[in-house]
């Protein structure tokens, strides 16, 4: 492998890292990506699973951030209608509240009109006390602004671009850290470590993309030697899982008096995800943990809306991630720019390097356009922007054609009950078909570890998604991590632990 030079070498398997691999491969060039660990372990599985335009960043004057996300929704959802849908969004008010109404109504119309909107249906006002969506609130809150937003399965999204991108030719390294990297000869020369097995190896590339997510920073520090980078604050948000506290299908959008915002939303069919928090972090990005602090904040500010308050007792579970803003000098976490800023290093040299700083899941697949625009100035340009009109993998059926597809799984396949059907379609959309072969019962499908986790799903992720632990199995390529017990998860663990690494 050391032989070979790669146009691109990318460190950094987030959905930055994976969405650039995938776009710059689909253009014609040679790509490397390495990931230290597992694909989506960092910042993008840990997000509030929006796509969305980001209501609350019109406060903060970014409206071009805001119309460039308002414009990737439809865009994205065309893309992978299998884990990208609607959602639509009930934010209460009463007289008296953080924001007046005037403001709300002047963001909404900003937010139905900024960006392009031809499927999601518009704003629209609600009578809480006739509106279903008003049954688990507090009576204070007679009245809310109704708006559309999507929902992302975030994991999901990072993993089938790079599923992607290896399909068109790109050399993926899961669990692969860089730990040096230097210019020599006009190229990179990029020595790696296989966080698995300990095996070195070298590689060379005409260029090196920089997407570490939270370790950006510590990668220009300690692959590149230098010492002076601070460009990067990090910021620490957390949720909650609770068993589910409302029927309704939308989701709540709740002010705190503090000004920040959460989000309650319709969780995994049985649950309801509350998040997030804002607040600085300086430890290492791998050992973020919801405090108590965060726990009781999520409790208290869900329980001054919702008439049965929330209760620590009531979770499930938890997660935190980073998130790795570009320090643009803002007093406050929760008032730093989402926006993202790609650095461009060596232009007009050889060797040159791209550092990419913040950005959000919606803008993901705009940020890797702009990352190519760059690559193209310092290496030349190769094919065109074509991720637009694209699929990602099982992704290839109409926006609105998710029902069609469970129907069509269904008929093939009659042993499924309706519920597993409908989230394998979810998870895999058209490559349901590839997990489950020629199977013509429930047998077929192997062991069964818990929930409607069958062995023949396993596999399939070993064999096409580079999971290799359980964990990977259980909280990023799925939530099943929700349906089974610790003793269930306990041998999943000794299974996968017992087969080869057979994704490639």
Request: charged share 30%; glycine share 10%; proline share 5%.
């Amino acid at each position: 492998m050391g032989r070979e030079i790669h146009d691109i070498f990318v460190i950094g398997g987030g959905i930055n890292g994976c969405g650039i691999a995938r776009d710059a491969v689909g253009r014609g060039y040679s790509v490397a990506l390495a990931e230290m660990n597992d694909f989506a372990s960092g910042t993008s599985s840990g997000a509030t699973k929006l796509i969305h335009g980001g209501l609350r960043y019109l406060e903060h004057y970014e409206f071009r951030l805001v119309r460039e996300s308002l414009m990737e929704r439809e865009i994205l959802w065309a893309m992978a209608p299998h884990i990208i849908w609607p959602l639509r969004f009930v934010l209460p008010y009463h007289k008296g509240g953080i924001r007046p109404a005037w403001l709300i109504r002047l963001g909404l119309f900003l937010y139905d009109h900024l960006g392009g909107r031809k499927l999601l249906p518009a704003t629209s006002v609600l009578d809480m006390r006739r509106d279903p969506a008003g049954k688990p609130l507090k009576a204070l809150f007679a009245k809310a602004f109704e708006y559309s937003d999507g929902w992302v399965d975030d994991a999901r999204m990072v993993v089938l671009n790079a599923r992607d991108a290896a399909d068109k030719g790109a050399t993926i390294l899961p669990r692969t850290k860089v730990v040096a990297a230097r210019r020599e000869n006009g190229l990179w020369h990029i020595e790696t470590t296989d966080t698995v097995t300990g095996r070195t190896d070298s590689h060379q590339a005409r260029m090196l993309v920089n997407a570490a997510g939270p370790w950006v920073d510590h990668v220009i520090r300690a692959a590149f030697g230098q010492n002076e980078a601070r460009h990067v604050r990090l910021v620490q948000g957390s949720h909650i899982v609770v068993k589910k506290k409302f029927d309704d299908p939308r989701a709540y959008f709740f002010q705190n008096p503090d000004n920040r915002i959460i989000f309650a939303i319709p969780y995994e069919g049985d649950f309801t995800l509350i998040g997030t928090t804002d607040r600085d972090y300086t430890a290492d990005p791998k050992d973020v943990r919801i405090s108590e602090e965060e726990t009781v904040y999520l409790c208290n500010a869900a329980s001054e809306y919702f008439k049965e308050p929330v209760k620590p007792e009531d979770i499930v579970w938890t997660y935190s991630a980073v998130r790795p803003l570009y320090d643009d000098g803002a007093s406050k976490a929760q008032e730093a720019t989402r926006d993202y800023v790609l650095k461009l290093e060596g232009e007009g040299e050889a060797a040159p390097l791209l550092n990419v700083f913040g950005g959000k899941l919606t803008t993901y697949r705009r940020l890797s356009e702009h990352a190519l625009e760059k690559i193209g100035a310092a290496i030349g340009v190769k094919g065109a922007p074509w991720t637009a009109k694209s699929h990602l993998p099982g992704g290839d059926f109409p926006v609105k054609g998710y029902e069609a597809e469970v129907v069509k799984l269904k008929r093939r396949y009659p042993f499924l009950a309706d519920p597993h059907a409908r989230r394998l379609v979810r998870r895999y959309g058209t490559k349901a078909e590839v997990l489950l072969g020629d199977a013509r019962g429930i047998d077929d499908l192997g062991r069964l570890f818990g929930g409607d986790l069958y062995e023949a799903e396993v596999k399939y992720l070993a064999e096409h998604e580079w999971a290799r632990h359980g964990e990977d199995v259980l909280w990023r390529r799925t939530k099943d991590g929700l349906r089974l017990s610790k003793e269930q998860a306990q041998s999943l663990e000794e299974y996968m632990a017992a087969i080869p690494a057979m994704a490639g």
